[in-house]
């Protein structure tokens, strides 16, 4: 894969969680024991042949930062530096826009890690051939000479499938 000139943006949905009991606030459900190895099994599989992320963003959700967390351990990513973003909590399609225009041009490759539906249609946005993201599952699309707030998914390749 050539990385030169290009915009790399992937987009992972937060592997399996527990279902919740009461008193748990949504925001808090941590990962289910099968969600801890769909996310060691697609950070694995990513490592084998793609770059380590510029930036990884984040919901502040346990779940997802559990995700990014394994994710960011298994591919080199220092812990530290994974950036929490609110907005990616209970996304619009049009929030994470927002979060994608906003990244620092610095930055040629970034992992945003989320929830459904924004990340089925987010990923749509670059692939409408893409129908679901289940969790753990995480695309990658290449934009050729991008800004980050430019990119619409319209001059987008797919680069990386993965599903646990």
């Known amino acids: 894969m050539n990385f030169v000139n290009k915009k790399h943006i992937y987009f992972l949905r937060h592997a ?6 009461p008193g748990l606030a949504d925001i808090d459900r941590p990962l289910h024991p099968l969600g801890i190895e769909e996310a060691h099994k697609v950070a694995k599989i990513y490592a084998s042949s793609t770059p380590i992320p510029d930036l990884v963003i984040c ?19 220092n812990l530290s530096d994974i950036q ?5 909590y209970n996304a619009s399609l049009m929030d994470l826009w927002e979060v994608i225009s906003e990244i620092n041009e610095k930055y040629s490759s970034v992992l945003i ?5 924004s990340m089925t249609e987010i ?12 969790t753990g ?12 707030t430019e990119l619409d998914g319209s001059e987008s390749v797919m680069i990386r499938s993965i599903e646990p």
């Open 16 to 21: 399996k969680a527990e279902k919740g009991w």
């Open 123 to 134: 990923s749509c946005a670059f692939n409408n051939g893409i129908q679901h993201l289940k």
């Open 84 to 88: 929490l973003d609110e907005r990616i």
């Open 113 to 117: 890690v989320g929830h459904n539906p």
């Open 59 to 77: 919901s502040p959700s346990v779940r997802t930062y559990s995700t990014a967390m394994i994710f960011c351990r298994c591919v080199g990513f």
């Open 137 to 148: 599952s995480l695309y990658g699309f290449s934009n050729q000479n991008q800004f980050w």
